[in-house]
């Protein structure tokens, strides 16, 4: 095992919690970050992991409503729409030299948490995970995978190479990507289409995918588009070979958002497409009208 890290998770949710239970369980210190009661419920039971890839088990945590010591990564793993109240819960002062690893959707809110922290300590990073919060401290890893990629072009490539490891040890694929921009818009070129559709519409993937296969291959070209722009190369074949190699009953975590009636990430995700495309001049009619067609039914609600 490496040295034993200290680590923060802000958000223990369905990617935090599962990533929390994995790092205690291979021996690092875990510290939950969250409100009284979810504090509270992890301080007594742990989180409990339901995972085919890992197997079933509970994991001690430590839990607070704020970070009130030095650690040595800070895993940021709320969702877009709660991120600025949460980020309260981790004063700069108290985070100081420590990395802040934001696992967040889009590609907007590094710069946003460059102006807050250590520039030179916010790293990046991406993962691609199934995984759900059934309840405080019990969390559902649905799928075969847990992937990460850490980025930072100017954060120090040990302190990655450091957490990559620890993460690579507890059971993730976990490794340092090359380029912060180019690891952001994969997993934002890969993610539009497959939230957009599947939320706009109410399916799976599976039916997306049959049903929807034009909207869906026009928004992997648009979304292709803009990342190439953008200065990261995609490929749109690659993404839909991706799609269809997932089970047809997966569902984006915008969707599930929706069914529970949580708010969604459409800024972070339409939002911040649409942004850069206007940005560059890429025509994105199809991410355009979904996303317009989202507001127009939230605004009907109302």
């Known amino acids: 095992m490496t040295h034993p890290l200290t680590v923060a998770v802000l958000g223990p949710g369905g990617t935090g919690g599962l990533l929390a239970a994995l790092l205690s369980r291979a021996g690092h210190r875990v510290l939950c970050l969250a409100g009284n009661s979810t504090a509270a419920t992890l301080r007594r039971t742990g989180i409990t992991v339901r995972s085919a890839q890992y197997g079933d088990f509970t994991a001690r945590v430590e839990a607070d409503t704020e970070l009130r010591e030095p650690v040595h990564a800070c895993l940021i793993t709320v969702k877009h729409t709660a991120l600025d109240a949460a980020l309260t819960r981790v004063p700069p002062a108290v985070l100081g030299d420590a990395l802040a690893v934001p696992l967040l959707n889009g590609v907007e809110h590094p710069a946003a948490l460059r102006a807050r922290y250590r520039p030179d300590r916010v790293a990046p990073a991406v993962i691609r995970v199934e995984s759900t919060r059934v309840a405080?401290?019990?969390?559902?890893?649905?799928?075969?995978?847990?992937?990460?990629?850490?980025a930072g072009d100017t954060v120090p490539r040990d302190r990655l190479e450091a957490l990559?490891?620890?993460?690579?040890?507890?059971?993730?694929?976990a490794r340092v990507a090359g380029d912060e921009t180019a690891a952001l818009w994969a997993k934002l070129a890969f993610l539009a289409p497959f939230a957009l559709l599947t939320t706009r519409y109410g399916v799976p993937l599976g039916t997306a995918r049959t049903r929807h296969r034009e909207e869906l291959q026009a928004l992997v070209a648009e979304a292709t588009a803009v990342s190439r722009a953008c200065g990261a190369p995609a490929d749109p074949d690659r993404t839909l070979a991706r799609y269809a190699a997932f089970p047809p009953a997966a569902k984006s975590s915008m969707q599930r958002d929706a069914e529970a009636g949580r708010p969604l990430e459409l800024d972070a995700i339409g939002g911040a497409l649409l942004r850069a495309a206007a940005r560059h001049g890429v025509p994105a009619p199809v991410t355009d009208r979904l996303v317009r067609e989202f507001k127009y039914s939230d605004d009907a609600a109302d």
């Open 136 to 150: 405080p401290g019990v969390i559902e890893h649905g799928s075969p995978f847990t992937e990460i990629d850490l």
């Open 164 to 173: 990559a490891g620890a993460l690579a040890e507890c059971g993730t694929t």
